[in-house]
Structure formats: C-alpha cells, structure tokens
C-alpha cells in the first residue's frame, strides 16, 4: 500500500526566505509523484510532477522538487518566497506501473511572512 | 478551456434532507473522480469513473451517498438523507489519462445543520 507523510502541518517562512516542504512516501512500486497547492475557497492545482527521467523537477511559479529514491523523499522547495505562496500544499503519489488511487498526504499550510 | 466546473459553490441545508451536488469536467478527460475535503480526513476519494462507468467506489461512505455520470459532461453525486457529518467541501477532478494529473473545480462547501 502506498502512503505520503508531509513532515509539519504548517510552515512560517519570511518574505524572501527559502521554502522548504517535506514529503516522504512509501511505495511497493515505482511512483508517480504529485505537488499540488490550494489557495483559499479554490480547488487543487498542479504545481509539479515527477514521472520518469531527471530527478530534479521543475515547476510553475519558481517551485521545484527532488525525486531521491534512497531517502523515499520528494521535497518541495523554493530559493526566495513570496507573499503570493502563503497557501496549503498537498504531496501525492500514484503507482507508475498500473493506475490506483492517488494517494494526498495530509497537506502543509504555508505562511509568508512579510 | 473553463476547467472543471462545480456547482453550487455553497450548500447550507438541514439535516435529512437531499443534497446535490454538481459537476461539469473539462472536455476530452476520461477520468472523473469525487473527493472530500475535512480538517479533520484531509482529502478522501469518494469514487471515480472512467468513460462514465464508474471503477471505484470503495471511498463513498455508506448507502446514503449515491454518484452518476449520465454522459461524459457531467456527473452529480448524491446525499439522501444529509446528516451534520457530511458536512466538508467536496472536490470534482477530472483526469485526460490514467497517469495524468488532476484538474479539480472550486469545490461546493456543504453545511449541514
């Protein structure tokens, strides 16, 4: 069975600072991975994803996130935040090799210190 | 594209009575899923269809909750009788392929009382 933990429910960075957001899986086989952010009274939206290839992905707004199979991790980080990213960010995983559920951790609450 | 759209954004209702819940997915994606959102369970997959036919739906609660897709442009997902518990936000999302990422609607935040 598959399962994400995202290590802190809420994270307080200053304006300009590093963002670091940490997820770990568990997974029987090779895993699609999963960043997606929620701004208030909105649906989830796809921030990155890690399929197949390199490691290091890139995503939309400065994001990025490191796929490290030895560590099970795929971290979320950000080189200087913005006031903008204050919102809830989910990490999830899929199976790669045949479709189950998407599997959302429980979700880390960003704010942005100015 | 309007992406996926839910309605209504809000739903205050008493407890026993009918709720309905709305969602139009994005053109083309094959995929439709329902999910529920609480402080409490974080998101929980309700169900999904692919192709209108419904796959999983070993997330939806109990009887009381019921979910169609009549054609590949819509699908309601159904509470009779409500109760105060089922009060949380619930998610439409809908997926072009099986590994393809999710594109999920504004959510109808539902209140039971």
């Known amino acids: 069975a598959q399962s994400v933990t995202q290590l802190g429910s809420h994270v307080s960075v200053s304006e300009g600072a590093l963002v670091l957001l940490r997820c770990n899986y568990s997974?029987?086989?090779?895993?699609?991975l999963f960043w997606y952010v929620q701004y208030p009274n909105q649906g989830l939206q796809l921030l990155l994803k890690?399929?197949?290839?390199?490691?290091l992905v890139k995503g939309i707004n400065g994001f990025e996130a490191e796929f490290k199979k030895s560590e099970t991790s795929f971290h979320l980080t950000k080189p200087s935040a913005h006031m903008s990213d204050a919102a809830e960010y989910f990490c999830?995983?899929?199976?790669?090799?045949?479709?189950?559920?998407?599997?959302f951790g429980p979700g880390t609450s960003l704010s942005v210190i100015p | 594209d309007a992406g996926v759209i839910q309605s209504p954004r809000h739903e205050v209702t008493e407890m026993g009575q009918e709720v309905t819940l709305r969602c139009k997915p994005i053109?083309?994606?094959?995929?439709l899923f329902w999910y529920r959102q609480t402080m409490m369970r974080g998101l929980e997959l309700l169900i999904y269809?692919?192709?209108?036919?419904?796959?999983?739906d070993s997330g939806m609660p109990e009887d009381r909750f019921s979910a169609k897709m009549p054609n590949a442009s819509f699908s309601t997902l159904k509470i009779q009788p409500s109760e105060p518990r089922d009060s949380a936000v619930y998610f439409c999302?809908?997926?072009?392929?099986?590994?393809?990422?999710?594109?999920f609607g504004n959510g109808t935040r539902l209140t039971v009382t």
């Open positions: 053109s083309g994606h094959d995929y």
């Open positions: 999302a809908s997926s072009f392929k099986l590994d393809s990422p999710l594109h």
């Open positions: 997974s029987s086989v090779p895993p699609y």
């Open positions: 269809f692919n192709n209108n036919v419904p796959i999983d």
């Open positions: 999830a995983v899929t199976k790669k090799t045949s479709y189950d559920k998407v599997i």
């Open positions: 890690y399929t197949t290839g390199a490691t």
